[in-house]
């Protein structure tokens, strides 16, 4: 028996491949310092675990509505608009999905017909292309370069526009390269959207991890971009709640029907006491989301004067996110040969990206980074 031929264009994700191997090297008793993984190392805040051991206890473990809870939905609209400055109707503008990873692919499922392009950001986070593939388009990369910061540039865009693209995705703060977008750069994609009647999905789970006087900007507050953007968040990142599975989606009443109706037919809704514990997390005290972006900060501003030591590689200062995105050009080794040198030499994970880069995690405590750069640079020392 064979698996669909669709599956023939869907590969294993990268960053997935590299974690169950560390994984398998654990359960054999290697250690290894893990920066390959886009998972905040904190815990769910308390008073969000509260929350859900409430909705447990009294009893609250049945369906919600597909849609999501309504108290969610009205503590999401309430969040978009202080945050975001979003205006959101909670009963028919907004959907909890399961992770924004399910966000991506209803929102794809719903607004693209077979053969249309999509046009996506590359380097990418890898959902985007597969989700697109599985909704039968057709994913078209743009370059972000390096001497741009990794922003996008508009000619990069209009040069790839054809009649059947339909869809623009944006990712801000960036994985992988740690980019923030320029307002004046999602101005010019808004205005490119609404000359060429394309839709944006915006990815915007890493809102929160900005730094050095950085501020996101959400494209859907531009006038004209409300109708014909979706915004996805998310909990996984800012309340580090990976393992929760909880996201939503914002966008027009006419595209939230089409949404709610994969999305009814794949997973029905949300773990209904997660999203007690969501509401919590977004009405609840914010001191732990500033903690934890504090301290990524400290993180990254000492892995990036460690990085800086080391020959061979050079990166763009990340201002968002949680990563690092290394160009290893100067060591002469593809992403995967580095990738399985420095988990063999120096026991550190990280994810081979493209062609010239890895991308490293510091989702990590202070004291497995400082340990993790120390392994580096001894172990690329014996290249």
Request: aromatic share 10%; net charge neutral; with cysteine.
């Amino acid at each position: 028996m064979k698996v669909a031929e669709r599956m023939n264009y869907i590969p294993f994700s990268g960053i997935r491949e590299v974690f169950e191997e560390v994984k398998r090297r654990e359960k054999k008793g290697e250690r290894i310092i893990h920066l390959e993984i886009g998972r905040p190392d904190f815990d769910t805040p308390a008073h969000i675990k509260e929350a859900a051991k409430s909705a447990l206890n009294e009893g609250k473990v049945h369906y919600s509505s597909n849609y999501g809870l309504p108290e969610l939905r009205e503590a999401i609209a309430r969040k978009l608009q202080l945050d975001n400055n979003l205006f959101y109707d909670p009963a028919s503008e907004i959907i909890v999905t399961v992770g924004i990873t399910e966000g991506i692919l209803i929102s794809m499922m719903a607004l693209l017909n077979p053969g249309d392009e999509i046009l996506i950001p590359s380097p990418s986070f890898p959902c985007y292309s597969s989700c697109a593939r599985m909704a039968g388009a057709v994913p078209i990369a743009v370059p972000l370069k390096e001497e741009k910061e990794f922003n996008p540039d508009i000619h990069d865009f209009l040069s790839r526009i054809t009649q059947k693209t339909r869809m623009i995705v944006i990712n801000t703060p960036n994985n992988p390269t740690g980019a923030v977008f320029r307002a004046e750069v999602l101005e010019g994609l808004a205005q490119l959207a609404q000359e060429k009647d394309l839709f944006i999905l915006s990815d915007e789970i890493y809102e929160k991890m900005v730094y050095d006087g950085n501020r996101h900007f959400s494209i859907a507050s531009i006038p004209g971009m409300k109708e014909r953007t979706i915004t996805l968040n998310g909990f996984s990142k800012s309340y580090s709640m990976t393992g929760w599975r909880l996201g939503y989606a914002a966008a027009s009443s006419e595209v939230v029907s089409g949404l709610v109706r994969i999305h009814q037919y794949s997973t029905v809704c949300a773990t209904s006491f997660a999203q007690w514990g969501a509401i919590q997390a977004l009405n609840g005290p914010q001191d732990s989301v500033k903690a934890m972006v504090q301290e990524f900060d400290r993180r990254r501003v000492m892995i990036m004067k460690r990085l800086l030591e080391m020959p061979g590689i050079w990166f763009v200062r990340p201002k968002g996110a949680f990563y690092v995105f290394l160009n290893i050009r100067g060591l002469h080794k593809t992403p995967q040969e580095l990738t399985d040198y420095l988990l063999d030499k120096a026991k550190v994970a990280v994810v081979p990206w493209g062609t010239d880069h890895i991308r490293l995690s510091y989702a990590n405590s202070y004291e497995n980074l400082e340990e993790a750069m120390y392994n580096m640079k001894e172990g690329l020392k014996g290249l």
